[in-house]
């Protein structure tokens, strides 16, 4: 069957107007950057499309950050939409479904918002060319458990197929698990291409027919979206082959970097390192604003002064970035650091450090030390309020919290000695 060649732009979870986390005691000139950073972020994907002359633009789900969403967020993206006159498919998910409240703003024209009760079918148009049957589904509330890439046809007569889906494909673990489905699922289906939002790392889960592709979030709004953040620029060719390429839209980017403090001796030292990082993110940054988290770890004799001045450490690092047109704005230093001690010496020493260190190290090498620390953990009286969570600890995070016991017992044990 003949295909005329078209192309489009497949991005996903906007979240507009979603407070970046984390962030605490913002200066007003960041925070008015952290702000507008989905909106400038959806503008960009706007501009590629512009400037690659694309034939449309889909939309994967989560538009807007919440249900409720704001007359802000809904008047942006409709202006946006219109503005650009760009032929337009969307559909809602977990974060925006059709049950939220809207503003009963009119849809722009050549905008299709897809329905929540059945799987619709419409038409990618180029004039009076018929380029592509979009198939799509929104979300009618939060919560869809139901596996909706059952309800997509099998197709067959289409010239080129597309499927728009918010959904979470084998169980991904870091995002809620609706409308679940399987890779089987999309495949045996028919469908050409599955334009996929909800996972916000892109992924390229299938790369021949049907392509699969989640193209992540367009700005990441955490620490936990580190990265570059984007859409997908789709070719596809009178074959019906599909060429792909990731284009970068978000304004403000994360990073986290990990210090080692065991050869920074001083504390104007350990400032100086953090600053000559700052100047790297920058650069790596290519123009654009970034938020860093810091890790400090290792032993060393700065260990017990850091603790104690974490905060004037920040502030430091704030100061010069407020007037900057390029910003790099220490979200927090996480401090995991540890005493400068020779642990294996001090545990022969007969006293009562010592013993604590021979506990701390016997538990840990206890073969069964996973059911030994949860039966510790569940003698307080107070396990009940956080039972839950306690269950759920993995043994690599009980021993994590037994070094951090150990750390901070140490901390203790130790105040008094020179």
Known sequence: MKITPFKFIHCADLHLDSPFEGLHSIA???????????FKSFENVIDIAIREKVDFLIIAGDVYDGADRSLHAQWRFFQALRESGLQ?????????????????????DGVHKFDGNNVECTLAMRGDEKLAYIYGISYPSREIRENLALRFPQEKNAPFSIGVLHCNVGGYSEHENYAPCSMDDLCKC???????????????????????????????RSVRESGERGCYLIKVDDTGTVSTEFMITDVVRWFIEEVNISDIDTIDALIDTLSRIKDEIRSQADGRDAVLRLYLTG?????????????????????????????????SIQINTRPAVDIQSRRQVEDFVGEFLKTTESLRSNTDVESTMRNMLNKPSEH???????????????????????????DWLLEGED
């Open 28 to 38: 007003p000139e960041i925070a008015n950057v952290l702000r507008d950073a989905t």
């Open 88 to 108: 337009c498919f969307v559909a809602h998910g977990n974060h925006d479904p059709l049950s939220g409240w809207e503003a009963g703003l009119i849809l722009p």
């Open 190 to 220: 028919g469908i050409d291409y599955w334009a996929l939002g909800h996972v916000h790392t892109r992924q390229v889960l299938n790369e021949n027919k049907p392509y699969i592709i989640y193209p992540g979030n367009t700005q990441g």
């Open 299 to 331: 032993r060393g004799e700065l260990h017990k002064k850091i603790k104690q001045s974490e905060s004037d450490i920040t502030q430091m690092l704030r100061e010069d970035e407020k007037e900057r047109r390029q910003f790099v704005w220490v979200e």
């Open 384 to 410: 009940s309020i956080i039972a839950k969570e306690l269950d759920a600890l993995t043994k690599e995070e009980l021993l994590s919290i037994l070094e951090d016991a150990e750390t901070m017992g140490l």
